[in-house]
């Protein structure tokens, strides 16, 4: 069992641990923070760029292993970082976030009527433990997007430094068709994987 000792808060009268997120993204911080999680945010010094492995699921990995090699978390708390890359099946092709908003109205251009891969690397760790793993979701664009909506779109800048170039949990959600997979991990996180190795290490609500 788990003991979590340290910059615990009260959610409803439940303690919960205290958490570092490996990361900036307001995204990630605020899933976990939505669900009653207390986190601390620390950005962690990596090249991205630097990473350039093929398979897309070893690409999203490395990185967020990178991330949590980066970030000094401390003996009572414990640590999450992950990273997502957008993965074109058809094609075989991997991106990321857009250069620019001739770019970003490319990417989306190209995205209409397909369907892509989001695929996120997590890992999870304390003192004496870590897990690490991948989950893939799989979201449909709207064929009937016009060019001028993407255009406005993107000119709204909500989106710049998104993975995919669209929030689907705000304005970009007019983009989607559908989603197979978990919806939080479009958003930025694998919420449910990362409950699951919490409560594999002895984490209970209430407890």
Not at 7 to 19: C, E, F, H, N, T
Request: hydrophobic fraction near 45%; charge should be negative; proline fraction near 5%.
């Amino acid at each position: 069992m788990l003991e979590y000792i340290g910059g615990a808060i009260s959610y409803q009268d439940v303690p919960v641990p205290r958490l570092v997120l490996a990361s900036s993204s307001p995204w990630r911080r605020r899933i976990l923070g939505d669900a009653g999680l207390d986190v601390s945010c620390v950005s962690p010094s990596i090249d991205e760029g630097a990473f350039v492995a093929p398979d897309p699921a070893e690409r999203a990995l490395a990185i967020a292993r990178a991330k949590a090699a980066a970030v000094e978390i401390g003996p009572d708390a414990i640590g999450i970082a992950a990273d997502q890359v957008v993965y074109d099946p058809v094609r075989g092709t991997i991106f990321g976030k857009p250069e620019d908003d001739g770019a970003h109205v490319a990417r989306l251009l190209d995205l209409r009527g397909r369907t892509h891969h989001l695929v996120t690397g997590f890992v999870v760790w304390s003192a004496g433990w870590e897990e690490s793993g991948v989950t893939v979701a799989r979201v449909a664009v709207r064929a009937d997007v016009t060019e001028e909506e993407i255009r406005a779109y993107v000119a709204t800048g909500e989106a710049s430094g998104c993975a995919g170039g669209y929030a689907a949990e705000a304005g970009g959600s007019f983009l989607i068709d559908h989603i197979v997979g978990d919806q939080f991990q479009v958003i930025g996180l694998p919420l449910y994987a990362v409950y699951g190795a919490l409560r594999r290490h002895g984490w209970r609500f209430g407890a």
